[in-house]
């Protein structure tokens, strides 16, 4: 089977819409992982067991389950139960969910590296512990931990295709349905593999930049 480009011109307008799609679950599963990952690195650290074991817990459990099992799991239990997501949301929440527990780590390594005299200066000027958090720590601790956040940005964007399992209309998702109307796989997934190419090189080079220079303001 040879690659005709008559047939690839035509699907590509087509999988470039589609892509809009998988960006947008992307970045809204980061959203979602970037903020929920902030609040259980910060529980975790939580001197109340009553907070912390449980996003421990949480976290151990979603890190040692496959990413497509959630996804089932959202889109096909909790209906049972009467929670009931929009099919795109259902993808973002997995996936954010899933990443959370990973950007946890990031965020926890972070605060950990910043040096106990900072704490210790920020109890000793009596500031609140939530000013100690604000303007003490946070500034510290997250702009070195953002190249590592970048990287899981990069590996949702090449998660999306799972999402094609619930009838997320994405980019793998889209090919394979224009595919089964051709019997044509040879250029519909080509094309796939080289958007995703050109996305995730796109992506390395935005966070190197973005890591050299939050490095030369260090």
Known sequence: MMFQLDYAGELLPILLEASLVTLGATLGGMALALVLGLALALLRRSPHAVLRRPASM???????T????????????LPLYGVRI??????IVALGLHYATYTAEVYRAGIEAVPRGQWEAGRALSLPAYRIWRHIVLPQALPPVVPALGNYLIAMFKETPLLAVIGVHELLGTALQEASQTYRYYEPLTLVGLIFLA?????????RRVEVRLADRS
Do not use: H
Request: aromatic residues 20%; proline residues 6%; hydrophobic residues 65%.
């Open 58 to 64: 949480f976290v151990e459990f979603v890190r040692s």
């Open 199 to 207: 996305f995730s090189l796109i992506a390395a080079l935005i966070l």
């Open 66 to 77: 496959p990413l497509l099992i959630q996804i089932f799991f959202i889109y096909y239990v």
């Open 86 to 91: 929009p099919t795109v949301a259902c993808g």
